[in-house]
């Protein structure tokens, strides 16, 4: 049994965004790329999914602050910063200016109704031939953001159409709900540098909006600095007490090792779909099991269900339910944390109608009806399932929905649960027929939700799933994880380049709101590392979701330390800038990189994506590239890392130390400098990059960090410089045991760890200097010049 896939109304997951860019000096009947009049399902992937649409501008687009450069309409053609960027803009286009660089964009209709699809115009666009890269022209570079909103009761998104036209739809989701314009609904701005773009426009919508909270100002969940483990594809729906004991302990052999044995132990741990009471009268005991029948149970009671009543403690005694069996784990395992899994409606189906256990909640029987643009995109067993004349869903009656969620939440924490991860969050969109909006609904939904989690819970304990919609987006107040991604799909070897690919282009946009959750892998699998590291440079939660003795300890100990916690990157992991418009899956030629900051240190993940599968990602195999080199070649540069500046400080020497996991090898280059890299498919690298610092006007030094683990950077916590009369001393905090490594330009006198005298190896030909930390915790070292 699998999961559903993850549908968010035209935008499950953002695909690459296409290798354009605006020509400033293009008229419209100058030569233009724009969307295919017969587009595939891969072009309509591209089209329709994404949050938001960026092009990268030439020089003479240049940002100015001492000019004003919002976008106007003038003679049909969309001006931003006086260059034309839309031609041919329909009369029944509205645009409304907001700050010096943005405007909102709208249109108007002859008639109400709840669903319009309104022209924009064409993109003035213009293929680049020449290879960018951090250090080409990049700096002479504008990119103009354009991202649809919510304008008041209607969602908007952005689409093509066979005639090489943009367009931006917006509906309701309910037919009762109409009306004949939307004059907000795409925001548009301009910027030099792509993450201050997103980053700012976000910002400006917060304010503007008041819906939602950026994610630097919400509080994250303790769990995101520790390793977990998640129950599904371990078990699935057949999740059981001991079998959750197994896996985090107990062998199942003389030949395998659990988590915790093996020197990961998790400290988290989510009990996922299988744990709850349900019933579902679509399947039928004794029948053979019909996909999709999953999705027809429904919720019976807040309670567990059978299996975990009466499970048997490791002191014999029989215990009375889910907080024995939570308060035994978290002892004898030393777990931090527990989740469990439950539906947006409690469960797949929604809730038994006339159940002791949910009639006070009033469930009312609803049939999905799925957008067009869902169906356009990309099909949802799960809502399919739910369709009209199937198994419809026990919908619980919103001014209950705050009653529901505290009887669940405060009986979960009766029980010793310290969260929740929670599914199906979509399925609002689809059932908001008679309860007012899909923009409505969802936020009735999400401020009942977020109230309950703060008032029960104590450390905003939520992980949000099947909520990329921007319905939930722009209503996220304090929810600070989001799935960013479908599913993980084990069985598939098609998905998980595509995996990858999809989380990292979606952060650009998730990750301004919350931290963007990778999902659980296996740590014994092909695609094992591949994964491994995509978490290492993510800024994310990471956990696994193994069955019991199925591990692979040579790469979980790269991400996990021996007390359970993990070295987090500082941000979400994003694409690097010269990989923005770029198809790292399908165009055969080009690797994804990854950037990210450490407290200290800035960190690249690199991978070959191309050649193991195709777009759209489903649970089902896709067809695989034909013609693909075995291997992709690329260029990888210290300006890859955006906001390098952080971590650098005034004594940069403006050169950097770069370190590859793979090869193990330093060396040094300018910030402007590059050096290439050739992968295989499915193969990644992972390079530290340390800004080189001058201390005492003599020493020159950069910390890499624990070179055993992939993101080596993220054991250093500070480094101060210590000036006596005799010597200079450079102070280095850090944490987990391993290979220390660092950049130096010579040789140190001597070496303090703990204020013990350590031995070190250093190396003349590439200056690496190697010391063996050996303890699990915080250690200190001591530089002496």
């Given amino acids: 049994m699998t999961r559903s896939t993850t549908t968010t109304s035209m935008n499950n997951f953002c695909t690459p965004m296409a290798s354009l860019r605006i020509n400033s000096g293009l008229s419209s009947s100058?030569?233009?790329?724009?969307?295919?009049?017969?587009?595939?399902?891969?072009?309509?992937?591209?089209?329709?999914?994404?949050?938001?649409?960026?092009?990268?501008?030439?020089?003479?687009?240049?940002?100015?602050?001492?000019?004003?450069?919002?976008?106007?309409?003038?003679?049909?053609?969309?001006?931003?910063?006086?260059?034309?960027?839309?031609?041919?803009?329909?009369?029944?286009?509205?645009?409304?200016?907001?700050?010096?660089?943005?405007?909102?964009?709208?249109?108007?209709?002859?008639?109400?109704?709840?669903?319009?699809?309104?022209?924009?115009?064409?993109?003035?666009?213009?293929?680049?031939?020449?290879?960018?890269?951090?250090?080409?022209?990049?700096?002479?570079?504008?990119?103009?953001?354009?991202?649809?909103?919510?304008?008041?009761?209607?969602?908007?998104?952005?689409?093509?159409?066979?005639?090489?036209?943009?367009?931006?739809?917006?509906?309701?989701?309910?037919?009762?709900?109409?009306?004949?314009?939307?004059?907000?609904?795409?925001?548009?701005?301009?910027?030099?540098?792509?993450?201050?773009?997103?980053?700012?426009?976000?910002?400006?919508?917060?304010?503007?909006?008041?819906?939602?909270?950026?994610?630097?100002?919400?509080?994250?969940?303790?769990?995101?600095d520790?390793?977990?483990?998640?129950?599904?594809?371990?078990?699935?729906?057949?999740?059981?007490?001991?079998?959750?004991?197994?896996?985090?302990?107990?062998?199942?052999?003389?030949?395998?090792?659990?988590?915790?044995?093996?020197?990961?132990?998790?400290?988290?741990?989510?009990?996922?779909?299988?744990?709850?009471?349900?019933?579902?009268?679509?399947?039928?005991?004794?029948?053979?099991?019909?996909?999709?029948?999953?999705?027809?149970?429904?919720?019976?009671?807040?309670?567990?269900?059978?299996?975990?009543?009466?499970?048997?403690?490791?002191?014999?005694?029989?215990?009375?339910?889910?907080?024995?069996?939570?308060?035994?784990?978290?002892?004898?395992?030393?777990?931090?944390?527990?989740?469990?899994?439950?539906?947006?409606?409690?469960?797949?189906?929604?809730?038994?109608?006339?159940?002791?256990?949910?009639?006070?909640?009033?469930?009312?029987?609803?049939?999905?009806?799925?957008?067009?643009?869902?169906?356009?995109?990309?099909?949802?067993?799960?809502?399919?399932?739910?369709?009209?004349?199937?198994?419809?869903?026990?919908?619980?009656?919103?001014?209950?929905?705050?009653?529901?969620?505290?009887?669940?939440?405060?009986?979960?924490?009766?029980?010793?649960?310290?969260?929740?991860?929670?599914?199906?969050q979509n399925i609002l969109e689809t059932i908001c027929s008679g309860l007012g909006s899909r923009v409505s609904l969802t936020r009735h939904f999400q401020q009942a939700l977020e109230e309950s989690i703060a008032t029960n819970f104590k450390d905003n304990s939520i992980i949000c799933c099947m909520a990329q919609n921007t319905d939930s987006i722009f209503h996220s107040k304090r929810s600070a994880i989001t799935r960013a991604s479908d599913d993980y799909y084990p069985k598939n070897p098609t998905t998980q380049t595509l995996h990858i690919a999809a989380v990292a282009f979606n952060s650009i946009f998730l990750g301004e709101v919350v931290v963007p959750d990778w999902d659980m892998f296996y740590s014994q699998h092909c695609a094992a590392e591949f994964h491994a590291v995509a978490r290492a440079v993510g800024g994310c939660g990471v956990y696994v979701s193994d069955k019991p003795g199925k591990h692979d300890f040579k790469i979980l100990k790269r991400l996990v330390l021996a007390d359970g916690s993990v070295l987090r990157a500082k941000y979400p992991g994003r694409p690097s800038r010269d990989c923005l418009f770029n198809d790292p899956v399908m165009d055969g030629k080009s690797l994804l990189k990854i950037w990210n900051l450490n407290k200290c240190t800035g960190v690249i993940g690199v991978f070959n994506c191309q050649g193991a599968g195709s777009w759209p990602c489903t649970e089902k195999e896709s067809s695989v590239q034909e013609n693909v080199d075995s291997v992709i070649s690329g260029k990888v540069s210290p300006a890859d890392v955006e906001y390098l500046e952080e971590v650098s400080g005034k004594q940069w020497t403006g050169d950097c130390a770069v370190f590859s996991f793979n090869t193990g090898s330093l060396f040094r280059l300018a910030k402007a400098e590059s050096f290439g890299i050739a992968l295989k498919v499915m193969q990644c690298d992972v390079f530290t990059v340390s800004p080189i610092k001058v201390y005492n006007q003599k020493i020159q030094f950069a910390p890499i960090g624990l070179t055993n683990m992939y993101n080596s950077g993220g054991a250093v916590e500070s480094v101060d410089l210590t000036n006596d009369a005799s010597s200079c001393k450079i102070h280095i905090k850090g944490r987990g045991g391993g290979s220390f490594g660092a950049y130096s330009r010579t040789k140190p006198s001597s070496v303090l760890l703990n204020s013990n005298n350590e031995e070190f190896k250093f190396s003349a030909e590439d200056n690496l200097l190697t010391i063996n930390v050996i303890v699990s915790d915080d250690w200190s070292l001591l530089y002496m010049a």
């Fill in 30 to 224: 100058s030569p233009f790329i724009a969307p295919n009049p017969n587009p595939s399902q891969r072009q309509r992937q591209r089209l329709l999914s994404k949050a938001s649409l960026s092009f990268k501008v030439k020089e003479g687009w240049r940002h100015s602050m001492f000019v004003n450069g919002t976008p106007v309409l003038k003679d049909g053609n969309l001006r931003i910063n006086g260059k034309d960027a839309l031609t041919d803009v329909p009369g029944n286009v509205v645009v409304t200016p907001f700050t010096n660089t943005s405007a909102f964009v709208g249109a108007t209709a002859t008639s109400a109704d709840s669903r319009h699809v309104f022209k924009l115009g064409m993109l003035l666009l213009e293929a680049s031939e020449k290879e960018k890269g951090p250090t080409s022209d990049d700096a002479s570079t504008s990119y103009i953001l354009f991202l649809p909103v919510l304008d008041g009761e209607f969602r908007s998104s952005l689409q093509g159409n066979s005639s090489n036209e943009l367009e931006f739809c917006i509906e309701s989701g309910n037919p009762d709900i109409v009306t004949s314009e939307s004059l907000r609904a795409v925001f548009v701005n301009f910027g030099d540098n792509p993450f201050d773009l997103v980053k700012e426009s976000m910002k400006i919508l917060e304010t503007h909006l008041g819906t939602f909270s950026i994610r630097e100002t919400k509080q994250l969940p303790g769990m995101l």
């Fill in 226 to 424: 520790w390793f977990g483990w998640c129950t599904w594809d371990a078990f699935y729906q057949e999740v059981n007490p001991q079998g959750i004991k197994d896996g985090l302990k107990r062998p199942f052999s003389l030949f395998s090792i659990s988590l915790s044995e093996g020197g990961t132990p998790a400290k988290f741990l989510i009990i996922d779909d299988g744990w709850q009471d349900t019933t579902n009268e679509f399947q039928i005991e004794g029948e053979p099991f019909a996909e999709g029948t999953q999705f027809g149970g429904r919720l019976a009671s807040i309670k567990e269900n059978n299996k975990f009543r009466g499970t048997t403690g490791d002191d014999q005694k029989e215990t009375s339910g889910l907080k024995d069996f939570v308060l035994d784990i978290k002892k004898n395992f030393c777990l931090k944390y527990v989740y469990v899994w439950h539906a947006l409606m409690g469960y797949w189906g929604g809730l038994v109608l006339n159940s002791s256990g949910t009639k006070m909640y009033n469930p009312e029987m609803k049939y999905p009806v799925q957008s067009p643009g869902n169906l356009a995109n990309m099909r949802d067993l799960s809502i399919d399932c739910m369709e009209m004349e199937k198994y419809g869903i026990g919908a619980i009656d919103p001014d209950k929905i705050s009653q529901f969620y505290d009887d669940l939440h405060k009986y979960l924490v009766s029980q010793g649960v310290d969260g929740v991860k929670v599914d199906v």
